[in-house]
T-cell receptor
Framework: SQKIEQNSEALNIQEGKTATLTCNYTNYSPAYLQWYRQDPGRGPVFLLLIRENEKEKRKERLKVTFDTTLKQSLFHITASQPADSATYLCAPSNAGNNRKLIWGLGTSLAVNP | NAGVMQNPRHLVRRRGQEARLRCSPMKGHSHVYWYRQLPEEGLKFMVY????????ESGMPKERFSAEFPKEGPSILRIQQVVRGDSAAYFC??????????????????FGEGSWLTVV
């Protein structure tokens, strides 16, 4: 069955450093992969979408890579800030099949001042 | 996730009562999705609706759960005869018609803040 794996351990980093979060998937060939942020007691917030034919995508301090050979996406936050502390979720999807996004459990990131 | 409105934010029900959760999609969105998030678990797809149509309900429990998205008004997720195991956060999300340009793409969905159901 399709499986999404994200770093299960919480990630603690110092302010100003780069945070790197991993999303691995198996038994799946997604056309897209999306990253969301979720704060406690809140709904997920869309951050970035990367397509299978894109190796890398950037948005301000965020960078996402998508390696379809390794079946992996990496999510980077550069110059991290305490406000970046949250849980980050990845969700691969097939074209036209967004309604059944399969979600990873998320990685909790804590940026210490 | 601005724009997708869910209410109530918090709901407490006794076992056996009914819970009704409401969701108004983002303006211009015609697709609504319901997800459930249990403590320490990931988001699980429940149902996908368009106006007056259930497109995919493969994630819905077979009994006690139902969803609708009428021509007028919000989408409703209804849980009858609630049990303790129904306690969870229920998230609604919406998206525009597939293929239309949006902030992300036609495949991006935008979430509400969730409705937290507690069954006592």
């Amino acid at each position: 069955s399709q499986k999404i794996e994200q770093n299960s351990e919480a990630l603690n980093i110092q302010e100003g450093k780069t945070a790197t979060l991993t999303c691995n998937y198996t038994n799946y060939s997604p056309a897209y992969l999306q990253w969301y942020r979720q704060d406690p007691g809140r709904g997920p917030v869309f951050l970035l979408l990367i397509r299978e034919n894109e190796k890398e995508k950037r948005k301000e301090r965020l960078k996402v890579t998508f390696d379809t050979t390794l079946k992996q996406s990496l999510f980077h936050i550069t110059a991290s800030q305490p406000a970046d502390s949250a849980t980050y979720l990845c969700a691969p999807s097939n074209a036209g099949n967004n309604r059944k996004l399969i979600w990873g459990l998320g990685t909790s990131l804590a940026v210490n001042p | 996730n601005a724009g997708v409105m869910q209410n109530p934010r918090h709901l407490v029900r006794r076992r056996g009562q009914e819970a009704r959760l409401r969701c108004s999609p983002m303006k211009g969105h015609s697709h609504v999705y319901w997800y459930r998030q249990l403590p320490e678990e990931g988001l699980k797809f429940m149902v996908y609706l368009q106006k007056e149509n259930i497109i995919d309900e493969s994630g819905m429990p077979k009994e006690r759960f139902s969803a609708e998205f009428p021509k007028e008004g919000p989408s409703i997720l209804r849980i009858q005869q609630v049990v303790r195991g129904d306690s969870a956060a229920y998230f609604c999300a919406s998206s525009p018609i597939l293929g239309q340009v949006s902030r992300g793409s036609g495949n991006t969905i935008y979430f509400g803040e969730g409705s937290w159901l507690t069954v006592v």
